[in-house]
């Protein structure tokens, strides 16, 4: 499954509507991200995430705090950039050390900038089927699996990895589908041979090639939201190929996926703010 040609399209309708936006309003989309203390590859995906939302006409803020910032000093932070109307998403880079309580950081967030989908709220208007920002990996799967018409109504659906931010919404958002979905954690009782029912496999575990192709039942559509380090993905990509019908590469596959859906869910963000819909 391609993700940078799908993403491509996605951020080339992203770019086409917040110059529309820009045009109607005078304002551009603008997205807010905040960064405490230089954790490397934080520091590289907030770049990396700026310089997509410039090329896509998205104006970006950068807040950058030091690490010893307290969770007041966070919170205050995100709480300043709730308030500025010339402020439409906000992303908070985490980790954010050890000594920040990063629910109440995260909390900071207005629902309607919370295009991350980071917060409680997001979080369950996502489990009660209303309208809300996703969390942007399991977005950006779900988009995947649309693409390509999987159909979903009544698979088995295993996700393995059940992160607040990937694993459990992106369970969620499959069972929204209705296809019949287990989940596989780190206490899960002889995990092959659940992963060997899936018709529709979601792998969010951080340990390289976890799965091989001899856990995947033929046919199955295979999902690799995992990135470790050397561009390795949570799915041996060799092995499991054989088996399934479609699969995702690592890298190329759920990764730019999942900055797509930001950069659509900021723009989404400030065309509502600014009342255009
Ligand atoms: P995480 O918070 O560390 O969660 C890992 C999950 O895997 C946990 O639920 C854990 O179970 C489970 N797990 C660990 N070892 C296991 C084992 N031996 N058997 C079964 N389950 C096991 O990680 P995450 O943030 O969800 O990220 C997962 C992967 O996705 C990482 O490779 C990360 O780099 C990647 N990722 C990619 C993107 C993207 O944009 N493509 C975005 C975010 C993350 P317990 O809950 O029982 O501990």
Do not use: W
């Not at 391609?2 to 509507?17: F, H, I, K, Y």
């Not at 405490?36 to 807040?63: Q, W």
């Amino acid at each position: 499954m391609d993700g940078t040609g799908l993403a491509r399209r996605s951020v080339e309708e992203t770019t086409a509507a917040a110059a529309e936006i820009r045009l109607r309003t005078g304002t551009p989309p603008c997205l807010a991200t905040v960064l405490v203390g230089e954790d490397p590859s934080s520091v590289t995906y907030v770049k990396m995430k700026r310089n997509r939302c410039a090329r896509a006409g998205i104006e970006s803020r950068h807040v950058a705090l030091p690490a010893d910032a307290t969770t007041a000093d966070v919170v205050a932070a995100v709480t300043a950039l709730s308030n500025d109307p010339g402020v439409h998403g906000i992303l908070l880079q985490h980790p954010m050390g050890a000594h920040v309580d990063e629910r109440a950081a995260f909390e900071a967030i207005a629902p309607e900038k919370d295009v991350d989908g980071v917060t409680m709220h997001s979080f369950a208007a996502m489990g009660f089927g209303l309208p809300g920002f996703v969390s942007c990996t399991p977005g950006g799967i779900m988009r995947l699996l649309d693409a390509y018409e999987v159909g979903l109504a009544g698979k088995q659906a295993v996700v393995v990895g059940r992160s607040a931010i990937l694993g459990k919404p992106a369970g969620m958002l499959l069972l929204g589908r209705n296809a019949t979905v287990t989940y596989c954690h780190s206490h899960t009782a002889d995990l092959p041979s659940i992963v060997r029912q899936a018709d529709v496999l979601v792998v969010a575990v951080g340990r390289p090639r976890f799965i091989t192709g001899a856990d995947i039942r033929p046919g199955a559509v295979v999902i690799d939201a995992g990135y470790n380090e050397g561009n390795v993905g949570d799915v041996d990509f060799e092995t499991a190929a054989e088996r399934a019908s479609l699969i995702t590469p690592v890298p190329g596959g759920v990764g730019p996926m999942t900055i797509a859906v930001l950069l659509e869910q900021t723009v989404a963000a400030a065309s509502r703010q600014l009342g255009l819909s």
